[in-house]
């Protein structure tokens, strides 16, 4: 099966086993390409699009971290178009969503001269800050949907399935089943979540009470009142 | 059941259909039942039984006639005379029909009278039935109307004739006689032969040739592959595969037989769009009846090859209509696309080799096979063969459903089958693709319809839905209309459409309520690109065609708006 590949990465011939990513071949080699969704412990699914790479002959603009490396390929990672696009890209990204806790993504922004104006009309989804729980909150407002925190709660990772998608289009949303609160589900709080999300629209309660003012005394309080309440 | 079996059904059909001196048909599609078909159908029943009519009358439920503005549409056939298609068939219309038309004698009439010693039984009833003729005359189509005489039904043949529900009906005319050929007589190799042969390509859009699609699923490795029927029809305005599925079920269902005989499949799934209930449920009845005549099933004909079928039926989502998002549909996930390759073929429903048609496509197998593939592959242009079915909706005179080989311009469907349009407008546009094609200006009307050609217009064929647009129509708008479905119908999975979709509705929001600048136009038109080439499914990569076909053929209208808009901002 240990067949190799020879390609072109950006006019330089590179060889790879046979069924390495483009992502892969380019990180081989040297080559940086830039990555939003892709986590090397979760399946690749080209959804944030900014690995998009210009493949000689393909009518469309191919995702890095799913395509696979074939023979002869001719691959551009920073062809004009495929820079434009990524440009584009991220500035989509922060017309929708607030990324202002998300440093990789804001690296991003800056290296590719992003405009952050480029959509004034956009509306930036502002749904609530769900707290349902004593681990951890969710913040969608932030969320790129990376898809991250459903694959690791799936079989990427846990095994646990207790997060999902709801609504569809620029509604998408990561959620429960019957967007039941997180305690009622199949969740045991593993924290791998919060751990992968890039954005920190998932984030651990203790943080997000500190950024919202509470003192640690504070914190520590209402902890003890839970457990006293618990105990009763 | 054997192959001769066929045989027996037919010629005790035959038999039975001979002791009826007439058959009324009333159409029973989801179009006419809308416009009061089943009250006309009781009608027509129930007057035939008042006349005590009912040994020598038939009434019966029928496939889709064609012209469905002017539903619900009602055809009598006599032995030995033409065919007469009655339209806008109310109850009272109905019932005139039977009273006016079948009724042979109801005494002497006056013009019988005059004619004095030479009154004959029959001359008084020819004349009495030429003058009922004319009180119906308004309700009568001629054979001759262009609506009918333009089109050439191969797939839609039976439609028409047969009872959509009836299966000895189908088999009456033919219907399992290729399948029944294909078992016996030909190997799984010549089966996708005759199709590549026959230059069929995929119906449900892209034009895919089946032939090679058959060929790549039957190579592919394993031994449990699966055929699957997409009948997730989304395009507003579009109603073909909606029609294939309530009124021709057994041949969809035969298709898929041949199909899965072909790839060496044993199984097979159609895929129908929740909305259309009735398709649900003739396809149902079709399945149990095709069950229980050992036509569906195990060991079929008495040969080897055993198929079963399951009716899957969609939640509302277009995006189910991509072939990836429908088998994640089909397994019970939520319906999203992935990348492709691996293309179905290779790995499909639960990672099995799946061959994935539209209904129409299957539907077009049976014919294909009993005809014989070069006389198929005669009708249509050199890259496009045989015949496709439209749906014509909009400003047109003649809305309805249509089957005419390929090739036929772009004008002859408009003006002559459609009629051109009403009220003295003027033609501006025609939308082929629904939300995923394009907009064809008048200067292009005389394109030939195949895929290529529309392709090269910046337009789809899609799965046949065509919106005639009059010179009423803001383009920009139109174009608006498209870009919202779009982003409402993504499934938000990628940025380019989740985000890129919605934010071009905004810019167009913006552009036709005349507030947009030159900028907005420009970054619309980048935006278009991006979202086109970067994203993940065939959804947002064919979003933003309507808005780059309106661009490209009416800028001017969008310039009046954005000056308008510009005009707006000037300080007073």
Same mark, same amino acid.
């Not at chain 1, 209402?222 to 309440?229: A, F, M, N, V, Y």
């Not at chain 2, 199709?195 to 031994?223: D, E, H, Y």
């Given at each position: 099966m240990s067949t190799d590949v020879t390609l072109t990465l950006d006019g330089r011939a590179v060889t790879v086993p046979a069924g390495t990513t483009l992502l892969q071949a380019a990180r081989q080699a040297g080559l940086e390409v830039p990555t939003i969704c892709y986590h090397a412990h979760c399946t690749a699914n080209g959804l944030c699009r900014m690995c998009v790479v210009e493949v000689e002959g393909a009518r469309l603009l191919q995702p890095a971290c799913i395509v696979a490396a074939g023979e002869g390929m001719k691959v551009q990672t920073r062809s004009p178009r495929v820079e434009r696009s990524r440009r584009t890209l991220v500035e989509l990204l922060n017309?929708?969503v607030?990324l202002?806790?998300a440093p990789e993504v804001q690296a991003q922004l800056t290296e590719y001269g992003a405009?952050?104006?480029?959509?004034?009309?956009?509306?930036?989804?502002?749904?609530?800050?769900?707290?349902?729980?004593?681990?951890?909150?969710?913040?969608?407002?932030?969320c790129i949907l990376c898809w991250r925190c459903v694959q690791v709660c799936a079989d990427d990772a846990?095994?646990?399935?207790?997060?999902?998608?709801?609504? @569809?289009?620029?509604?998408? =949303?990561i *959620?429960?089943?019957? +967007?039941?609160? #997180?305690?009622? %589900?199949?969740?045991?709080?593993?924290?791998q979540c919060?751990g992968v999300c890039p954005t920190?629209a998932?984030?651990?309660? @203790?943080?997000?009470?500190? =950024?919202? *003012?509470?003192?640690? +005394?504070?914190? #520590?309080?209402? %902890?003890?009142?839970?457990?006293?309440?618990?105990?009763? | 059941?054997?192959?001769?079996?066929?045989?027996?059904?037919?010629?005790?059909?035959?038999?039975?259909?001979?002791?009826?001196?007439?058959?009324?048909?009333?159409?029973?599609?989801?179009?006419?039942?809308?416009?009061?078909?089943?009250?006309?159908?009781?009608?027509?029943?129930?007057?035939?039984?008042?006349?005590?009519?009912?040994?020598?009358?038939?009434?019966?439920?029928?496939?889709?006639?064609?012209?469905?503005?002017?539903?619900?549409?009602?055809?009598?056939?006599?032995?030995?005379?033409?065919?007469?298609?009655?339209?806008?068939?109310?109850?009272?219309?109905?019932?005139?029909?039977?009273?006016?038309?079948?009724?042979?004698?109801?005494?002497?009439?006056?013009?019988?009278?005059?004619?004095?010693?030479?009154?004959?039984?029959?001359?008084?009833?020819?004349?009495?039935?030429?003058?009922?003729?004319?009180?119906?005359?308004?309700?009568?189509?001629?054979?001759?109307?262009?609506?009918?005489?333009?089109?050439?039904?191969?797939?839609?043949?039976?439609?028409?004739?047969?009872?959509?529900?009836?299966?000895?009906?189908?088999?009456?005319?033919?219907?399992?006689?290729?399948?029944?050929?294909?078992?016996?007589?030909?190997?799984?190799?010549?089966?996708?032969?005759?199709?590549?042969?026959?230059?069929?390509?995929?119906?449900?859009?892209?034009?895919?040739?089946?032939?090679?699609?058959?060929?790549?699923?039957?190579?592919?490795?394993?031994?449990?592959?699966?055929?699957?029927?997409?009948?997730?029809?989304?395009?507003?305005?579009?109603?073909?595969?909606?029609?294939?599925?309530?009124?021709?079920?057994?041949?969809?269902?035969?298709?898929?037989?041949?199909?899965?005989?072909?790839?060496?499949?044993?199984?097979?799934?159609?895929?129908?769009?929740?909305?259309?209930?009735?398709?649900?449920?003739?396809?149902?009845?079709?399945?149990?009846?095709?069950?229980?005549?050992?036509?569906?099933?195990?060991?079929?004909?008495?040969?080897?090859?055993?198929?079963?079928?399951?009716?899957?039926?969609?939640?509302?989502?277009?995006?189910?209509?991509?072939?990836t998002?429908?088998?994640?549909?089909?397994?019970?996930?939520?319906?999203m696309p992935r990348m492709r390759p691996p293309y179905?073929?290779q790995s499909?429903?639960?990672g099995?080799?799946?061959?994935?048609?539209?209904?129409?496509?299957?539907?077009?197998?049976?014919?294909?096979?009993?005809?014989?593939?070069?006389?198929?592959?005669?009708?249509?242009?050199?890259?496009?063969?045989?015949?496709?079915?439209?749906?014509?909706?909009?400003?047109?005179?003649?809305?309805?459903?249509?089957?005419?080989?390929?090739?036929?311009?772009?004008?002859?469907?408009?003006?002559?089958?459609?009629?051109?349009?009403?009220?003295?407008?003027?033609?501006?546009?025609?939308?082929?693709?629904?939300?995923?094609?394009?907009?064809?200006?008048?200067?292009?009307?005389?394109?030939?319809?195949?895929?290529?050609?529309?392709?090269?217009?910046?337009?789809?064929?899609?799965?046949?839905?065509?919106?005639?647009?009059?010179?009423?129509?803001?383009?920009?708008?139109?174009?608006?209309?498209?870009?919202?479905?779009?982003?409402?119908?993504?499934c938000g999975k990628c940025v380019p459409c989740r985000v890129g979709?919605?934010?071009?509705?905004?810019?167009?929001?913006?552009?036709?309520?005349?507030?947009?600048?030159?900028?907005?136009?420009?970054?619309?038109?980048?935006?278009?690109d991006l979202v086109r080439r970067s994203s993940l499914c065939a959804?947002g990569q064919?979003?933003?065609?309507?808005?780059?076909?309106?661009?490209?053929?009416?800028?001017?209208?969008?310039?009046?708006?954005?000056?308008?808009?510009?005009?707006?901002?000037?300080?007073?």
């Amino acid at each position: 099966m240990s067949t190799d590949v020879t390609l072109t990465l950006d006019g330089r011939a590179v060889t790879v086993p046979a069924g390495t990513t483009l992502l892969q071949a380019a990180r081989q080699a040297g080559l940086e390409v830039p990555t939003i969704c892709y986590h090397a412990h979760c399946t690749a699914n080209g959804l944030c699009r900014m690995c998009v790479v210009e493949v000689e002959g393909a009518r469309l603009l191919q995702p890095a971290c799913i395509v696979a490396a074939g023979e002869g390929m001719k691959v551009q990672t920073r062809s004009p178009r495929v820079e434009r696009s990524r440009r584009t890209l991220v500035e989509l990204l922060n017309s929708a969503v607030d990324l202002s806790e998300a440093p990789e993504v804001q690296a991003q922004l800056t290296e590719y001269g992003a405009d952050r104006e480029r959509f004034p009309e956009a509306e930036r989804r502002a749904p609530p800050v769900i707290d349902d729980n004593p681990m951890f909150v969710r913040d969608y407002a932030k969320c790129i949907l990376c898809w991250r925190c459903v694959q690791v709660c799936a079989d990427d990772a846990q095994y646990t399935f207790a997060l999902s998608f709801d609504g @569809r289009g620029y509604e998408t =949303q990561i *959620g429960t089943f019957f +967007d039941k609160p #997180m305690p009622e %589900t199949t969740c045991v709080f593993c924290g791998q979540c919060v751990g992968v999300c890039p954005t920190n629209a998932l984030k651990p309660k @203790r943080e997000w009470l500190l =950024q919202q *003012g509470q003192t640690p +005394d504070e914190i #520590m309080a209402l %902890t003890r009142s839970e457990r006293r309440r618990r105990r009763r | 059941m054997q192959p001769s079996d066929l045989q027996t059904i037919t010629h005790k059909e035959q038999t039975q259909r001979q002791k009826h001196r007439a058959r009324l048909l009333c159409c029973g599609s989801t179009a006419c039942l809308s416009s009061g078909a089943a009250e006309t159908r009781d009608t027509l029943a129930r007057t035939v039984k008042l006349h005590q009519l009912g040994h020598e009358v038939q009434v019966m439920t029928t496939g889709c006639l064609g012209l469905c503005s002017r539903g619900p549409l009602v055809k009598l056939q006599e032995p030995g005379q033409p065919e007469v298609t009655y339209a806008g068939v109310t109850a009272d219309v109905a019932r005139r029909i039977v009273e006016e038309q079948l009724i042979p004698d109801l005494g002497p009439s006056p013009e019988a009278a005059d004619a004095g010693p030479h009154d004959l039984p029959h001359l008084r009833a020819s004349v009495h039935k030429a003058r009922a003729a004319r009180s119906l005359h308004g309700h009568v189509l001629p054979a001759e109307h262009p609506f009918f005489a333009r089109q050439l039904k191969v797939v839609l043949a039976l439609n028409g004739q047969i009872d959509p529900e009836r299966l000895e009906d189908y088999i009456a005319h033919g219907g399992y006689g290729a399948l029944a050929r294909a078992l016996t007589t030909m190997t799984p190799d010549g089966v996708v032969e005759a199709i590549t042969l026959s230059g069929l390509r995929g119906r449900g859009g892209a034009g895919f040739p089946t032939g090679v699609k058959w060929k790549s699923v039957r190579g592919a490795p394993g031994n449990r592959k699966y055929v699957i029927a997409n009948g997730d029809e989304g395009d507003p305005g579009a109603y073909m595969d909606r029609t294939m599925m309530e009124d021709l079920p057994h041949q969809v269902l035969e298709g898929m037989a041949l199909a899965a005989y072909a790839v060496g499949a044993q199984s097979g799934y159609v895929y129908v769009r929740g909305e259309y209930p009735l398709a649900v449920k003739r396809l149902e009845k079709s399945i149990r009846a095709a069950y229980r005549q050992g036509l569906l099933g195990r060991q079929i004909f008495g040969t080897d090859f055993s198929f079963d079928v399951d009716i899957r039926i969609g939640a509302g989502a277009f995006v189910c209509g991509e072939e990836t998002a429908l088998m994640a549909s089909v397994e019970g996930r939520r319906g999203m696309p992935r990348m492709r390759p691996p293309y179905p073929a290779q790995s499909g429903l639960w990672g099995r080799p799946t061959l994935i048609n539209n209904v129409e496509t299957f539907a077009n197998i049976a014919p294909i096979l009993n005809r014989g593939p070069e006389w198929y592959a005669g009708i249509g242009t050199e890259k496009s063969k045989g015949t496709k079915i439209f749906a014509l909706a909009g400003k047109l005179t003649n809305t309805g459903l249509i089957e005419v080989p390929m090739g036929l311009t772009l004008r002859e469907i408009v003006f002559d089958i459609g009629g051109g349009i009403p009220n003295g407008r003027r033609f501006k546009a025609v939308q082929t693709g629904g939300p995923s094609g394009g907009c064809i200006p008048a200067e292009h009307l005389d394109v030939p319809v195949d895929y290529d050609s529309l392709r090269a217009l910046g337009a789809i064929m899609g799965s046949g839905g065509m919106i005639i647009m009059d010179e009423d129509s803001s383009m920009p708008d139109v174009a608006r209309f498209f870009m919202e479905f779009c982003a409402d119908e993504s499934c938000g999975k990628c940025v380019p459409c989740r985000v890129g979709t919605t934010q071009m509705h905004r810019l167009l929001q913006k552009i036709v309520a005349g507030q947009g600048g030159p900028a907005d136009l420009a970054k619309l038109e980048r935006l278009g690109d991006l979202v086109r080439r970067s994203s993940l499914c065939a959804l947002g990569q064919s979003a933003p065609n309507p808005v780059l076909s309106t661009l490209k053929y009416f800028r001017h209208e969008y310039d009046a708006l954005v000056a308008s808009g510009a005009a707006a901002k000037e300080p007073a």
